[in-house]
């Protein structure tokens, strides 16, 4: 018998998917370079230059069983080794290799994370709006998802409703900055604040509430400014990487979870995420990724087209009257609607070929995202049919 | 507060695992050309040459963003029609691409398939012996493993306790062959027999008990053989494999489930299984190695020396009294220790640099594991302290 669970939720197609194909099928008939398509979070520049030498370099010169060996349980070393001083190096952190797991990509790295610190049964907090591939993540572990309100003046942290939330159910507490879909940074400011809340209530509940800090845009941030580095903040925080967005890799799955060295236990969650592996048959990252994403660690694409695009797009958006919130960072914009319902909104910027995600399914109805992880060139031909929706429609 | 469950999983450290810690530090005391160290199931010959030069073509030629960027999440098409046909052309199956699910290695392949076909509760079963990696796979589904006893004659299947095992809880049927750690093979006399077993209770209990068929050793067979392809005996067939042995790449994680397509719902577990990843983080093997595996689909290493190397442990073993079944493939070989406690056998054999695997782990105790993945020059070197090993404790 198959598992209806599974089964079930394949009966919910993902709204993204769904405009994403339409983009496509539309592309077919007008050319796709004619479909202004907003849908997807795919990066937009290609991986560098050095990364395929040092791929090329690897393929020649190394040991074949060595290079395509397995890992050992917890990770390449070189690539454990690079991550922990990278991180020292850039936010004055003091990770051993120890503390580092490596892993397929943000989505490993949060299932580990997830099923190191929460149980059957506990409760885990994220912030609306966010990435609806959450909740699958948070359920599988057998958690149960508990959703904050939005804080739609400056898509930062609703600390009113966060309070009321964070009761003695509550085992992590979920952020994800820069953010997808608001493109917002939280502030130095934000995360202290949050920091001081966790600690208070791990000091009342009698044990310490995780957070769970997935960061894949770390890299994407605008106007020449750094993203304060949760972990930094607040000890019990387990870090959450790709490098999907910064090196252009989604496809080759790599990321890592490093675990703040302050907890007492911190190599042993480092363990355990390998004990977890083998339930979910995970295992490591592909070997050769590892070893080739080692050499070029600090390396990122070129990523000033996601700066250029937002300019642009936040001074259209602005000019026409949305209320928009300007992004620090991601390749993601967050304007609120031109009517109460953002599904409706979206079917009619069709119309004028223009694919925009109502944000329903990120838990913050009456907004939309737009993925402007695409050539500026294309973006500045938006700008037309985007005038004409609002203008025609509105 | 961290999960418990996966903290005491931490505690009970792998009998292969310490054996293979005590190999390498002996080797930093007398030269690990020196240790006969037949504990790990590891591939001892190279990938193709091939391979390497698909990889560095796909390298230097494919677009970056089409090489590195997200699969689909049902896995790359070229890769999922490579193994369909191949398959096809091989067993004479009739697979499409929508039913192959490309998974991380076969951990990945067990743990999509026990997840779509059995739920919290179902039992699975296994044959003894078993590789002990299956526990966690299958408990980590909130399934329960029920193990058959072993038939130590010939090591194919112990029919009179499997049929006493097969209630209706039963939802799932696991098996290895080649096998891992006896090093046989199942002959289709055997195969044909378990399948008329699960057709009949299927009838009885109204509903399709699943085979699960993990085959990573399915292209090492000796004596110019083939294996017996167990879902074209049994419909109800999913089919898991990995590339690991056969192209010498586990560290690369690639490998796959194969939904038979005579299941009615054979494309929704494959859709489930994409699924199934959402919630483990698995998502899929790296796009670059998904890619330049469908170039060398049929490709293996060179698989002769382990054929050599069974032969030379084999006539020495039988030579020296041991009870031991003749493998049809794989790279390990099974025999029955000279006294009772195999634990204590494969202490005493320490002393004589021989690294030996006690079976008590595979659930067979009494029996050792040798995993022969190794020089042949050195079984040949590792005979006279076999010879003096049994000489002179025994």
Redesign the interface.
Known sequence: ???????E??GKKSVIRSLSEFATKRGTEIGYDNVFDYSLG???V??TENF?KV??NL??HE???A?????PTLGNPAFKEAVASSLNRRFAMSYKPTHIFP???A??????AL?????EGDEVIVFAPFFP?YI??I???GAKIKVVKADTKAFQINFEEFEKALTSNV?AVFINSPNNPTGIVYSEETIKKLADILRDKSKEYG??IYLISDEPYREIVFDGKTCPYPSKYYDYTLSCYSFSKSL???????GYVAVNPAIP?AE??V??CG??S????????????QQAVAKVIDETSDLSVYERNMNILYDELTSLGFEVVRPGGTFYIFPKALEDDAVAFSQKALKYDLVLVPADSFACPGYFRMAYCIDTEKVERSLDALRKFVKTEY
Do not use: W
């Open positions: 018998m198959i598992n209806e669970t599974y089964k939720m394949l795919n990066p937009s290609p991986v395929t791929m090329i393929l020649q040991n074949p069983m290079l395509h060996g397995y890992s892993t397929s990509g989505a490993g790295a949060i299932a580990h099923r190191a610190v929460t149980k591939e699958p993540y359920t599988g572990t085992k044990f310490d252009s890799l989604p496809g080759e799955r790599i236990e042993t969650i363990a355990m004990q977890i083998r339930g979910t048959g995970h295992n490591c990252p592909a070997s050769i990724i």
